[in-house]
């Protein structure tokens, strides 16, 4: 059974950083594309950054309103995935969860809230 349990949220200044982290049990992280989505109030779910598969390079991407300032990254060892995220604005304001993606969703944990006062 899938399990995907993300922490490290919390309540931050307009410019400070969170990690996220998301720990994975029931698949491996480390042969599958894994990402970060967030879900805004009154908005759809939407990508934040994924990091490919090992075997398929661990190339990284990110949503344009995030780059340059928030990380993805994976600890095989862990099984775990993380998301660094510098510079935050008060639009950074969600939900945040982990999930397989460029692939069949698992299922979706409880995420993680984030709100970035200003």
């Known amino acids: 059974q899938v399990q995907l349990v993300e922490s490290g949220g919390g309540l931050v200044q307009v410019g400070g950083s969170l990690r996220l982290s998301c720990v994975a049990s029931?698949?491996?992280?480390?042969?599958?594309?894994m990402a970060w989505f967030r879900q805004a109030p009154g908005k759809q779910r939407e990508l934040v950054a994924g990091?490919?598969?090992?075997?398929?390079?661990?190339?990284?991407e990110s949503a344009d309103s995030v780059k340059g300032r928030f990380t993805i990254s994976r600890d095989n060892a862990k099984n775990t995935v993380y998301l660094q995220m510098n510079r935050l604005k008060p639009e950074d304001t969600a939900i945040y969860y982990c999930?397989?993606?460029?692939?069949?969703?698992?299922?979706w944990g409880q995420g993680t809230q984030v709100t970035v006062s200003s």
């Open positions: 029931g698949i491996i992280v480390s042969i599958n594309h």
């Open positions: 990091i490919t598969s090992v075997t398929s390079g661990g190339i990284t």
């Open positions: 999930n397989t993606y460029k692939n069949i969703p698992a299922v």
